[in-house]
Protein backbone atom coordinates (compact mmCIF):
# COMPACT_ATOMS: atom_id res chain seq x y z
CA UNK A 1 0.00 0.00 0.00
CA UNK A 2 1.39 3.63 -0.92
CA UNK A 3 0.37 6.36 1.33
CA UNK A 4 0.39 9.49 -0.51
CA UNK A 5 1.42 12.89 2.08
CA UNK A 6 -0.43 16.31 0.86
CA UNK A 7 1.48 19.36 2.00
CA UNK A 8 -1.19 22.30 2.79
CA UNK A 9 1.08 25.07 2.32
CA UNK A 10 1.65 27.36 -0.78
CA UNK A 11 4.48 26.54 -3.03
CA UNK A 12 4.07 30.13 -3.83
CA UNK A 13 7.41 31.94 -3.10
CA UNK A 14 6.43 35.71 -1.83
CA UNK A 15 8.73 38.62 -1.65
CA UNK A 16 10.25 39.47 1.47
CA UNK A 17 8.35 42.34 3.39
CA UNK A 18 10.50 45.22 5.25
CA UNK A 19 9.42 45.21 8.91
CA UNK A 20 8.33 48.69 10.02
CA UNK A 21 10.22 50.22 12.43
CA UNK A 22 9.33 49.96 15.91
CA UNK A 23 7.88 53.19 17.42
CA UNK A 24 9.91 55.23 19.49
CA UNK A 25 7.51 56.03 22.37
CA UNK A 26 3.89 55.74 22.80
CA UNK A 27 3.40 59.11 23.66
CA UNK A 28 1.13 60.89 20.66
CA UNK A 29 1.39 57.62 18.74
CA UNK A 30 -1.72 57.25 17.11
CA UNK A 31 -2.66 53.53 18.26
CA UNK A 32 -5.58 51.30 16.74
CA UNK A 33 -7.22 48.46 18.84
CA UNK A 34 -8.82 45.68 15.97
CA UNK A 35 -12.11 43.60 17.95
CA UNK A 36 -11.66 40.67 15.57
CA UNK A 37 -15.72 39.87 17.32
CA UNK A 38 -15.24 37.05 19.03
CA UNK A 39 -16.19 36.93 22.55
CA UNK A 40 -14.72 39.15 25.66
CA UNK A 41 -12.49 40.40 22.93
CA UNK A 42 -13.64 43.95 23.59
CA UNK A 43 -13.00 43.27 27.56
CA UNK A 44 -9.49 42.72 26.96
CA UNK A 45 -8.87 45.80 24.99
CA UNK A 46 -11.21 48.11 26.73
CA UNK A 47 -8.21 47.33 29.77
CA UNK A 48 -5.44 47.84 27.17
CA UNK A 49 -6.86 51.22 25.91
CA UNK A 50 -6.57 52.43 29.51
CA UNK A 51 -3.34 51.75 29.80
CA UNK A 52 -2.60 52.99 26.43
CA UNK A 53 -4.37 56.27 26.90
CA UNK A 54 -2.15 56.36 30.42
CA UNK A 55 0.79 56.25 28.70
CA UNK A 56 -0.21 59.11 26.36
CA UNK A 57 -1.00 57.46 23.27
CA UNK A 58 -4.30 58.40 21.23
CA UNK A 59 -6.41 55.30 20.89
CA UNK A 60 -8.79 54.52 17.86
CA UNK A 61 -10.92 51.67 18.48
CA UNK A 62 -11.85 49.43 15.51
CA UNK A 63 -14.21 46.12 14.79
CA UNK A 64 -14.03 42.98 12.42
CA UNK A 65 -17.89 42.42 10.98
CA UNK A 66 -17.26 38.70 12.14
CA UNK A 67 -14.05 36.16 13.50
CA UNK A 68 -14.32 33.75 10.30
CA UNK A 69 -13.30 36.18 7.53
CA UNK A 70 -10.14 38.52 6.89
CA UNK A 71 -11.05 42.36 8.11
CA UNK A 72 -12.61 43.79 4.78
CA UNK A 73 -10.15 45.93 2.75
CA UNK A 74 -11.29 49.12 3.65
CA UNK A 75 -11.36 48.55 7.26
CA UNK A 76 -8.00 47.66 6.70
CA UNK A 77 -7.02 50.76 4.60
CA UNK A 78 -8.51 52.49 7.56
CA UNK A 79 -6.78 51.30 9.98
CA UNK A 80 -3.47 51.79 8.05
CA UNK A 81 -4.51 55.30 7.39
CA UNK A 82 -4.90 56.57 10.59
CA UNK A 83 -2.91 54.65 12.79
CA UNK A 84 1.08 54.37 13.82
CA UNK A 85 0.46 50.89 14.85
CA UNK A 86 -2.18 48.07 15.65
CA UNK A 87 -3.50 45.77 17.87
CA UNK A 88 -5.25 42.92 17.88
CA UNK A 89 -7.56 41.25 19.74
CA UNK A 90 -8.11 37.28 20.35
CA UNK A 91 -10.08 35.73 23.08
CA UNK A 92 -13.13 33.24 23.92
Do not use: Y
Not at 1 to 26: F, G, H, N, W, Y
Not at 58 to 80: C, G, M, N, Q, S
Amino acid sequence: MTVKVLDPTSEVIRKPVAIPARLQTLDGSSIGLLDISKPRGNVFLDALEELLIQAGADVKRFVKPTFTKPAPVDLRHEIASQCDAVIEALAD
